[in-house]
């Protein structure tokens, strides 16, 4: 084989392998996050407790959303789940950045966070028009 041909084979396969890291480090990245909203919010945090008492929805909205961001946060690191883990944490992304809008907060984290859901559900578009079907 000649060194061209090496190079050509070797590259594609170091993409793809570079692409499936930063695929699965946005991954985990988000899913710490979304594990650590959510268990603050299921365990009574003083902040989420306050913040969901702005909203004004009540406390069962804090639980709601809590195991909605488990859920998601264990969906982004269980490869079948990771279609439909990405579609509902940027949904409920969206309802915080509204939410946030509303009540007078900064919504740049959770946009921040939807951001990156939005970026992951790019990379598994593929994966996502097979949920979708």
């Not at 969906?75 to 939410?99: D, E, H, K, S």
Request: aromatic residues 6%; proline residues 4%; glycine residues 10%.
């Amino acid at each position: 084989m000649t060194p061209t041909a090496t190079t050509t084979v070797t590259r594609p396969t170091a993409l793809r392998r570079t692409g499936s890291v930063v695929r699965w480090a946005l991954q985990a990245g988000l899913a710490v996050q979304f594990a650590v909203g959510g268990a603050l919010k299921l365990i009574g945090d003083a902040q989420m407790v306050d913040l969901f008492a702005d909203i004004g929805a009540g406390q069962w909205l804090r639980y709601l959303v809590g195991v909605c961001e488990l859920a998601g946060a264990l969906g982004l690191l269980v490869p079948r789940l990771t279609a439909a883990a990405v579609l509902g944490l940027t949904a409920l992304m969206t309802g915080a950045v509204i939410t946030n809008l509303l009540i007078g907060i900064s919504p740049a984290l959770p946009a921040a966070f939807l951001l990156t859901a939005a970026v992951i559900a790019h990379i598994r578009r593929a994966e996502l028009r097979r949920f979708v079907r």
